[in-house]
């Protein structure tokens, strides 16, 4: 905080004594100016653009120059300063590093050619010299200098006290001060020197400026220039010269413009003003303006001892009411009564003393509690009020130092109002604050500006401590207190629980309460709950588990405008289902951005804003809710700036260390599965002697039944070529063609077609048919051939998607990576998935196997195998047992209805189901061999052909049943 207005301002010490190195010649500024010729003179000198000089357009003249109306290519109005170049080499030089200063400014400040709205000073386009030639007089050189056209309403019509005060004496005072900053003395303030440009006071006319040594406070002249009334009585240059201009400066157009010594002037007699007198006393138009008449004395005191500066403008412009000059040759204020000496100053005003106190917080704690406050007004008399100082020091508790609870702040505070009782505010670290719930109301409004300038100052313990201190002295000390107490009792406690018990202080204090309760909801420890709660649409549930968790969030309902401790019980519901919702929630965008999905995750974001990636008050929060923090909080930059380094990628390391887990352990999932393809053993488990041996008997029995049973039958060859389709077409034609075999049969030749086939055709196509079954057996050894062939392709493809992953884990570890944008960037649109990781090893997994394959080449093998052998096994077998060898078993038996063709088409399905049934034996999918034994006595015995079809039939029957049941 700046320093107190509030001043007896002392003489200055600080000054160097005056050096004068050579004699200067004294110069009164008169008003003989350069003559010119009238011509259009065209000038570039050090600028880009070329100007025209319209010397016959003349806006001014004085002692420094003419200045005349000027133009630039584009038409448009400046004008130009002509001067004599000075003779002096040292003056030149001055005048070379004044304007090359003021070059600089154009070029270097971030204004450029506006600067003027900073530094107050006039902008100059462009410098250097030019020549003219005047009929009688000859040619001659000057210097010229291009400048804006600005209104000079100053010298016209003066200025007000309000103008003075709020406009002239602080821009007047930037502009010196920016000089003198760079060793540069004006030299010529005036009111004339003083401009309007676009609504700025600017600082004009640097024609007898001079500069500084480096090192030194003054300078000296070959030739001393000066404007009567406006310079002291010295030859020296010294800064504390253009204060003294200025403030006879503010004299005059305090006056109307019109010099207070104007008489004087014009009689040429300034011998008083010059030994340091003043013959016109100031006079105010209204009691308020009397202290600009102490600012006045201040700055045009005759000694550069005792001379005002910057700063002291600085105080008077602060407060100007309570601003004081001790003029050092009053010798009745010198004797004045002795006050209260505090940092090199008297103070006699309880009111400047309170003030000045107040405005020097650390070192007036110091004076109250060493007392020397107490034994000041102990020798005035004023007993009471040091008793009142002394409680404050050594018998209140809540002042008292060595108090635990003791508060040094709040003693001086109280101390200061016990002084000071008529002053209609308190002091807290030099803030001033009227009692009441108002205040309050305004500091909370100062201090919530914005959520993140919140935070940063609860995060700051000193911050947060002076912020209860003006609670206290706002008149609600105990509040105050029990904060203090709970934030010493809970040093360890983090930000987020500072926040709440500090809302829970300013909302039993505030008067606005509705403020804080719709801050604290939103913006509190819990406000990221509340954010979610109002941005459900960046989440979406995976399964109805996901979707329940997200609607309780939804449902969840927390009333703003009640009271903080009536609705904790709703947001500690909100929190929890929130922190239900963010357990199921994908992490990192990382992850996701990988297309890995794990089990776990019942809700995912739809959106960036959505994830668990930034952090708050030491726990993961959406990012989106950080974004809203800075969004509401754009006009504080400092903790914009101060959240993007510590809260929204707070979490990124972590985040990055759980990215490289789930990459590395899906690319090993992906080698695993590389290194199973083509690798899986038949399904059988026997061993190569074993199985091979069941191959070749398998092959054996197929060639035993194809080859031996036709010799079995009761006819011969040629009577089975013959006859070879008959049972079959007469069995086909009996189950098909309800009209028979007759004339007026379906199929009347059918017998006929199928008998002109040669039998060995029937007997290949049921070897055919046995070996298509028999290699069911091989059905693993096909499958897993297929496989491991098909698995040399994507073997390759797989472990390349496996290295790819494996990479990308190496870049987020160094900190870079497809998706390290969406850990620490601005994006809150839909993370793009690069790699559908999950999907790929899902769908890898579900690839057919060996096992599978192998089933289902078993099934056809089998199915289509026996399908054949028993149409060629049925047809070969029964070429001998036709009409004759059926008709003479009917006689011999009397069972006349073996001559029924449907029983032989009953018959003849039954070797079909023999073919069957001797083909799941030899696959051992039957535990007994009696189906065997029984079948094959039943295809050489025509006898038990009947008994046997019937028995198959139903062996083949049950066989499957139990097949369905057993798988």
Not at 17 to 38: K, N, R, W, Y
Request: charged residues 20%; hydrophobic residues 45%.
């Amino acid at each position: 905080m700046a320093a107190s207005p509030n001043i007896s301002r002392e003489p200055r010490q600080d000054v160097a004594p005056t050096i004068v190195d050579a004699a200067p010649t004294l110069v009164d500024i008169d008003s003989t100016a350069p003559v010119l010729s009238g011509a259009d003179l065209p000038f570039q000198g050090d600028g880009d653009r070329t100007f025209t000089l319209h010397t016959a357009d003349v806006i001014g003249a004085g002692g420094q120059g003419t200045v005349v109306a000027t133009t630039d290519e584009e038409g448009r109005t400046f004008v130009a300063k002509i001067a004599y170049q000075p003779h002096a080499v040292r003056d030149r030089l001055a005048r070379r590093a004044v304007l090359g200063y003021l070059r600089r400014l154009m070029a270097e400040h971030p204004l450029g050619e506006e600067h003027f709205r900073e530094t107050h000073l006039m902008p100059l386009y462009a410098t250097g010299q030019i020549s003219d030639e005047v009929p009688g007089l000859g040619e001659s050189t000057y210097d010229v200098v291009v400048m804006p056209l600005c209104d000079d309403a100053f010298t016209r019509d003066g200025a007000s006290f309000e103008e003075l005060r709020d406009r002239i004496i602080p821009q007047a005072a930037s502009a010196l001060a920016h000089l003198h900053d760079e060793g540069i003395v004006h030299r010529d303030v005036k009111p004339k020197n003083l401009y309007l440009l676009e609504g700025e006071v600017v600082l004009g006319d640097f024609g007898i400026s001079s500069v500084l040594e480096e090192g030194r406070d003054t300078g000296a002249t070959k030739v001393d220039r000066r404007t009567p009334g406006y310079s002291p009585h010295s030859s020296v240059v010294q800064r504390e010269n253009d204060w003294y201009a200025l403030g006879y400066t503010i004299w005059t157009l305090y006056n109307g413009g019109r010099h207070p010594h104007q008489t004087l002037i014009d009689g040429d007699d300034l011998s008083a003003v010059l030994a340091g007198g003043r013959p016109v006393a100031f006079e105010a138009r209204a009691p308020e303006h009397e202290t600009l008449g102490q600012l006045i004395y201040g700055l045009t005191y005759a000694h550069p001892q005792g001379r005002l500066g910057y700063e002291d403008i600085q105080r008077w412009l602060a407060d100007p009411d309570a601003f004081r000059y001790r003029d050092p040759l009053d010798a009745a204020a010198m004797a004045g009564p002795a006050g209260y000496q505090f940092e090199g100053k008297v103070y006699e005003s309880r009111a400047t003393l309170v003030t000045a106190l107040a405005n020097n917080w650390e070192k007036a704690k110091r004076h109250l509690y060493t007392h020397g406050l107490e034994d000041y007004f102990r020798k005035l008399g004023e007993t009471d009020l040091a008793v009142a100082l002394n409680d404050i020091t050594d018998r209140d508790p809540d002042t008292l130092p060595e108090d635990e609870n003791g508060d040094e702040d709040l003693g001086l505070s109280r101390a200061l109002t016990l002084i000071d009782p008529a002053r209609g505010a308190v002091f807290w670290r030099g803030e001033a604050v009227v009692p009441g719930a108002s205040a309050v109301d305004a500091l909370f409004a100062r201090a919530s500006a914005t959520p993140l300038g919140f935070y940063r100052l609860i995060a700051d313990e000193e911050a947060v401590r002076d912020l209860l201190g003006i609670v206290a002295v706002a008149g609600f000390s105990g509040p105050a207190r029990a904060g203090l107490k709970w934030l010493r009792e809970h040093e360890g406690a983090n930000a987020g629980e500072k926040v709440d018990r500090v809302l829970a202080v300013l909302e039993a204090t505030a008067a606005d309460k509705q403020a804080v309760r719709a801050f604290a909801v939103r913006y509190g420890s819990d406000g990221w709950a509340a954010w979610v709660q109002r941005n459900l649409k960046a989440y979406h549930g995976r399964t109805g588990a996901g979707d329940r968790l997200i609607r309780a969030v939804g449902s969840t309902a927390v009333d703003d405008s009640a009271p903080l401790a009536a609705t904790a019980e709703a947001r500690a519901r909100l929190v929890q289902r929130a922190d239900d919702m963010a357990a199921h929630t994908e992490a990192s965008p990382h992850i996701h951005h990988f297309g890995i999905v794990r089990a776990s995750e019942a809700v995912v974001p739809a959106t960036a804003a959505g994830y668990f990636t930034a952090e708050l008050f030491g726990r993961p929060v959406p990012r989106g809710f950080v974004t809203e923090l800075m969004e509401v909080s754009a006009t504080d930059k400092g903790a914009v700036a101060w959240a993007r380094k510590h809260l929204r990628g707070a979490r990124s390391d972590t985040l990055a260390e759980d990215a490289v887990a789930a990459l590395e352990e899906a690319a090993s999932q992906i080698d695993a599965l590389a290194d199973a393809e083509g690798k899986h053993a038949p399904v059988d488990g026997l061993s190569k002697p074993a199985f091979f041996g069941r191959l070749v008997l398998a092959v054996a029995f197929v060639l035993l039944v194809c080859f031996v049973t036709p010799r079995f039958t009761f006819g011969s060859w040629k009577n089975g070529v013959v006859n070879a389709g008959e049972p079959l077409a007469t069995a086909a034609t009996v189950l098909i063609s309800p009209t028979g075999m007759g004339e007026n049969s379906v199929y009347p030749d059918a017998l006929w077609d199928i008998s002109a086939v040669p039998t060995a055709t029937f007997t290949g196509a049921a070897l055919l048919g046995f070996l298509a079954a028999a290699a069911t057996v091989l059905a693993p050894k096909f499958a897993s051939a297929a496989f491991a062939i098909r698995g040399v392709r994507t073997r390759g493809q797989t472990r390349r998607r496996a290295t790819a992953l494996r990479k990308e884990a190496a870049r987020i570890a160094e900190g870079g990576g497809e998706a390290a944008c969406w850990i620490t960037g601005n994006e809150e649109g839909p993370v793009p998935v690069a790699r559908d990781t999950s999907a790929f090893i899902a769908k890898t997994r579900a690839r057919r196997h060996p096992e599978a394959t192998a089933t289902a080449l078993s099934k056809g093998f089998f199915w289509g195998g026996a399908l054949i052998a028993a149409a060629g096994v049925t047809i070969v077998t029964a070429s001998g047992l036709g009409y004759g060898a059926w008709a003479d078993l009917a006689s011999e038996t009397g069972w006349y209805f073996l001559q029924d063709q449907l029983i032989w088409g009953i018959a003849y399905c039954g070797l079909a189901a023999l073919s069957f049934a001797v083909i799941a034996v030899a696959r051992r999918e039957h535990p007994t061999m009696v189906t065997l034994t029984l079948l094959t006595i039943a295809c050489v015995i025509p006898f038990l052909v009947l008994f046997a079809g019937t028995i198959g039939i139903f062996i083949v029957v049950l066989y499957f049943i139990f097949s369905l049941f057993r798988r």
